[in-house]
T-cell receptor, first 113, second 111 residues
Framework: EPEVTQTPSHQVTQMGQEVILRCVPI?????FYWYRQILGQKVEFLVSFYNNEISEKSEIFDDQFSVERPDGSNFTLKIRSTKLEDSAMYFC???????????FGQGTRLTVV | GENVEQHPSTLSVQEGDSAVIKCTYS??????FPWYKQELGKRPQLIIDIRSNVGEKKDQRIAVTLNKTAKHFSLHITETQPEDSAVYFCAPHQAGTALIFGKGTTLSVSS
């Protein structure tokens, strides 16, 4: 069964460093998302991406964040200068249609020290 | 934007009992109503969804009911089992918006 895959599964980085989280959505899906989940809290929406551009973003997704689809398969989230409060699980998701079941990757646990 | 509330925030039941989780939303334009289950340390996964032209949908022990007038929908789990223990999130949304999750309900089923 097709699934969304994310790498790495765990990333430890120093405060102020840049990190890139990578995702491979399901191949025929058209809509891509990033979410984050701080330990024990709800899943928070960051950004959605369609047709090679951002279609919606939350207040969390400020200038330190960016997304890119560098080729036909990868979807990346870059955090330019990490802060301690960026420590969380980051989930990538994709859907075939705009309103549809979202398939989530297994997540990348980011720890900023 | 959509304002989503889930109740209760935690729910403890005995194995075999029923569990009901309610989700209220604010945006009357919402037309898709999914429920996601997240087991500890795992990714969220869809367990059931309903669209606005339907009042109820059932899949074995799980059902979802929708009241569009009152702007709420509920997840019903019958004959609960220990493997139903997880956090459940509702995520009502409309075309052109992303899934916005509720705060979640932690369900604990004890045997």
């Amino acid at each position: 069964e097709p699934e969304v895959t994310q790498t790495p599964s765990h990333q430890v980085t120093q405060m102020g460093q840049e990190v890139i989280l990578r995702c491979v959505p399901i191949s025929n899906h058209l809509y891509f998302y990033w979410y984050r989940q701080i330990l024990g809290q709800k899943v928070e929406f960051l950004v959605s991406f369609y047709n090679n551009e951002i279609s919606e973003k939350s207040e969390i997704f400020d200038d330190q964040f960016s997304v890119e689809r560098p080729d036909g398969s990868n979807f990346t989230l870059k955090i330019r200068s990490t802060k301690l409060e960026d420590s969380a699980m980051y989930f990538c998701a994709s859907t075939l249609y705009r309103i549809d079941e979202a398939f989530f990757g297994q997540g990348t646990r980011l720890t900023v020290v | 934007g959509e304002n989503v509330e889930q109740h209760p925030s935690t729910l403890s039941v005995q194995e075999g009992d029923s569990a009901v989780i309610k989700c209220t939303y604010s945006d009357s334009a919402s037309n898709y109503f999914p429920w996601y289950k997240q087991e500890l340390g795992k990714r969220p996964q869809l367990i059931i969804d309903i669209r606005s032209n339907v009042g109820e949908k059932k899949d074995q022990r799980i059902a979802v009911t929708l009241n569009k007038t009152a702007k709420h929908f509920s997840l019903h789990i019958t004959e609960t089992q220990p493997e139903d223990s997880a956090v459940y999130f509702c995520a009502p949304h409309q075309a052109g918006t992303a899934l916005i999750f509720g705060k979640g309900t932690t369900l604990s089923v004890s045997s």
